[in-house]
């Protein structure tokens, strides 16, 4: 089993920039591809990005991309994502997950993020 813990959600203005984290524990194994998924209310879950196990590949869904930065550190067990230029369609609770066998499997519990126009 892996644990995952998301952090760093909060309510910001429009142009501003957060950083969520996501902290794993557990069966822990840096060769785990990690996803950011996220839901705005009454729409569902969509993809915002990714990063392999090594972190040199990444992947980003449009609407994000050049604002979005995708990063990890293996020897913390943690990733994160640096929002910039947020945008109140951005508002939505924030879940990483953890890819086993190209799926994924494990969920955090999502972190809020609010951005006021």
């Known amino acids: 089993q892996v644990h995952l813990v998301e952090s760093g959600g909060g309510l910001v203005q429009a142009g501003d920039s957060l950083r969520l984290s996501c902290r794993a524990s557990?069966?822990?194994?840096?060769?785990?591809?990690m996803g950011w998924f996220r839901q705005a209310p009454g729409k569902e879950r969509e993809f915002v990005a990714n990063?392999?196990?090594?972190?040199?590949?990444?992947y980003y869904a449009d609407s994000v991309k050049g604002r979005f930065t995708v990063s990890r550190d293996n020897t913390k067990n943690t990733v994160s994502l640096q929002m910039n230029s947020l945008k109140p369609e951005d508002t939505a609770v924030y879940y990483c997950?953890?890819?086993?066998?190209?799926?994924?499997?494990?969920w955090g519990q999502g972190t809020q993020v609010t951005v006021s126009s």
């Open positions: 990063i392999n196990w090594s972190g040199f590949s990444t």
């Open positions: 997950a953890a890819a086993v066998s190209g799926a994924y499997g494990y």
């Open positions: 557990g069966r822990t194994s840096s060769r785990y591809d």
